[in-house]
Each structure stands twice: as structure tokens, then as C-alpha cells.
Antibody, heavy 119, light 107 residues
Framework: QVTLKESGPVLVKPTETLTLTCTVSGFSLSNARMGVSWIRQPPGKALEWLAHIFSKDEKSYRTSLKSRLTISKDTSKSQVVLTMTNMDPVDTATYYC???????????WGQGILVTVSS | EIVLTQSPDFQSVTPKEKVTITCRASQSIGNSLHWYQQKPDQSPKLLIKYASQSFSGVPSRFSGSGSETDFTLTINSLEAEDAATYYCHQSSSLPWTFGQGTKVEIK
């Protein structure tokens, strides 16, 4: 059974750095061409892809946020970590991690974590 | 960046009616178009991959079609449990993008 679970702070202050962890089970981050992506959704708004990482450590970032984002993985812990620097209230959103199977779509999603940016 | 435009933004439908949602891409994306369903306070769920391939466990009343720039999600014989927001997503080129969503309400 494939599961993904996001963890991290639910409240951060403006200018702080957000660190989110996605812990996966039911598959290995070392599986050929398997990947994990982070997607966010501001309250009442649409989904926005942020970044992904694949088994061979290939990474991609949303261009507009590239300078603020870092994605990494620890295969032994089955975890993918996303850091976002210089948080702003507009970054308030539910952050999801998702699995990307060999082909490029999101087949399993975590429950999401609502992160609020406020002083 | 490829822009995906869904129509309509909102649809109020009676049970057993047929629902059609379209997604138009700002440039050709082949068949790299996927559909998700998001019910209130839940994570999105994959319905259709690569324009027309149903994901495992998805009811047969959901189907997808289209290619290049124009795509359609069809729900045949809508059920009450289908009340949700539906999103299209393209993975043809980075950054991967989503449509703005179509909310389907049950009358």
C-alpha cells in the first residue's frame, strides 16, 4: 500500500525558512524513475507544482520560486525534504507531496499540511 | 509556461446527468494531460492519465479524450458522490501546470 505523509510546522513567521518532510511507504525512492513532487494549494485556489526529485537525484523547480526552493531525499529514511526560504504570507497554503511513477503524473497524494505564514 | 484553461468554472448538475469539462492548452502537449478529482477537504485523486487512460479503481463513468490542445473529461450519469472540483494537469513540459479547476455541484 502506497502512502505519503507530510510533516512540518503549521505556522511560520515571515522571512523564516520552511522545512517540510514527506515520508513515504509502499515503494522505494530508489526505484528506477520513481519520483516525488511537492505541490501547494492556497486556500480556495488552484494547485501549483513546486518541485520534484527522481530516483537518480534529478531535480526540477518552479522557475518563479527556484531561488527559494531546495528539494532533497534520504532514500534510507524514505523521506523527501522541501525547504522554502524567506516565507511570505502569500505562501500560506496546503502543501502536498505526491508520487510520480515512471510516467509523469501524480498517482498517490499525501493528506497535505496547511502551512500559515503570519507574524 | 503552458497555460491550461478549463471550462466551465462551475457547473450545477442533477444526478444521472452527463457532465463535460474541457481543458484547453496554450500550446500542443500531445497526450500529456491528466485529470484529478478533489472533494472538499480532501487531497486530489488521479482519475485519468495521458488523456484517456483510466487510473486503477476509477469508476467507468469517468472517461477522458482529446489530444494536442483540446481535452475533455466526461462523467456519464453523475452520482451525488461526484460533487468535487476537477483539475487538469499537463506534464509535457516544465513547469508542470494545472488548470484553474471546475467545481461540479449536485442540484
Amino acid at each position: 500500500q502506497v502512502t505519503l505523509k507530510e510533516s512540518g510546522p503549521v505556522l511560520v513567521k515571515p522571512t523564516e525558512t520552511l522545512t517540510l518532510t514527506c515520508t513515504v511507504s509502499g515503494f522505494s525512492l530508489s526505484n528506477a524513475r520513481m519520483g516525488v513532487s511537492w505541490i501547494r494549494q492556497p486556500p480556495g485556489k488552484a494547485l501549483e507544482w513546486l518541485a520534484h526529485i527522481f530516483s537518480k537525484d534529478e531535480k526540477s523547480y518552479r522557475t518563479s520560486l527556484k531561488s527559494r526552493l531546495t528539494i532533497s531525499k534520504d532514500t534510507s529514511k524514505s523521506q523527501v525534504v522541501l525547504t522554502m526560504t524567506n516565507m511570505d504570507p502569500v505562501d500560506t497554503a496546503t502543501y502536498y507531496c505526491t508520487r510520480i511513477p515512471t510516467k509523469f503524473y501524480f498517482d498517490y497524494w499525501g493528506q497535505g499540511i496547511l502551512v500559515t505564514v503570519s507574524s | 509556461e503552458i497555460v491550461l484553461t478549463q471550462s466551465p468554472d462551475f457547473q450545477s448538475v442533477t444526478p444521472k446527468e452527463k457532465v463535460t469539462i474541457t481543458c484547453r492548452a496554450s500550446q500542443s502537449i500531445g497526450n500529456s494531460l491528466h485529470w484529478y478529482q478533489q472533494k472538499p477537504d480532501q487531497s486530489p485523486k488521479l482519475l485519468i492519465k495521458y488523456a484517456s487512460q483510466s487510473f486503477s479503481g476509477v469508476p467507468s463513468r469517468f472517461s477522458g479524450s482529446g489530444s494536442e490542445t483540446d481535452f475533455t473529461l466526461t462523467i456519464n450519469s453523475l452520482e451525488a458522490e461526484d460533487a468535487a472540483t476537477y483539475y487538469c494537469h499537463q506534464s509535457s513540459s516544465l513547469p508542470w501546470t494545472f488548470g484553474q479547476g471546475t467545481k461540479v455541484e449536485i442540484k
